[in-house]
């Protein structure tokens, strides 16, 4: 969106940083055994336009559902972070899309279950979650800070993969100090194996979050060509200057 509403100025992906984790899970006694039951429910997303809310707006539009504001009867909640455990627990909502690790925690805590997990819907089960975005202003005037963070990036990422126990001990720490709580073992180590960290920037599966966003209203009207989106030239460099 900050791509097209600036005609291409205001930024550009320069990498890869995660791949799956979202799911969409629901509260055990909501009777929801399939999406389409969420005719009549309140489902909730992390935020207005994010990629769980483009995935959640998307496949109802493709199930033939629309929100209340819409003219369906599906009301469409946005609620982050931890509120989405207090919603859920307290069944002020029925259904949340979600992402790790809120996923985890939403089955651990909140008596949710996964109905299943986003990668389903997608080829090879890959799609970008998360990628590492650069404001081309900055990128134009310090390339050796942007360098030096992809390259840092680069090599957070490699040591998560090859020291997956220790990097999951550094998160769960951290998860604590940010929210209050950790995530049981199992919960932790099933919240990892939903997540590939990589650098890869799947151009194409963002190509296609834009055509459905697109096909949901949210980029507005005119010209929607994202190309020059992506800068590639500090991950690539980073990569052939690696020892």
């Given amino acids: 969106n900050g791509f097209i509403r600036s005609k291409g100025d205001a930024l550009r992906v320069i990498a890869g940083v995660a791949s799956g984790g979202a799911a969409f899970v629901v509260r055990n006694d909501s009777k929801i055994e399939r999406f389409e039951d969420i005719q009549g429910k309140r489902v909730a997303t992390p935020q207005k336009g994010n990629t769980q809310d483009v995935a959640l707006l998307h496949l109802m539009k493709e199930k033939g559902l629309a929100a209340k504001t819409q003219g369906g009867n599906v009301e469409i909640f946005n609620i982050s972070g931890g509120d989405q455990i207090t919603a859920l627990s307290r069944a002020q909502v029925d259904a949340i899309w979600a992402v790790e690790p809120w996923v985890s925690r939403l089955a651990s805590e909140a008596n949710g279950k996964i109905l299943f997990e986003e990668k389903k819907l997608w080829p090879e089960g890959k799609y970008a979650t998360t990628l ?112």
């Fill in 132 to 243: 590492l975005v650069a404001r081309k202003k900055f990128m134009d005037q310090h390339p050796d800070l942007v360098q030096k963070w992809v390259d840092g990036h680069i090599e957070i990422t490699n040591y998560i993969n090859q020291n997956l126990r220790e990097a999951k001990e550094v998160f769960n720490k951290e998860l604590q100090y940010e929210t209050g709580k950790f995530l049981p073992a199992a919960y932790l180590d099933q919240c990892f194996e939903k997540i590939l960290f990589a650098d890869d920037p799947m151009e194409s599966s963002v190509q296609e979050s834009a055509k459905r966003a697109d096909s949901i209203g949210y980029l507005g009207k005119g010209n929607h060509n994202l190309d020059g989106l992506y800068d590639l030239s500090f991950l690539n460099k980073a990569k052939h200057d690696k020892p």
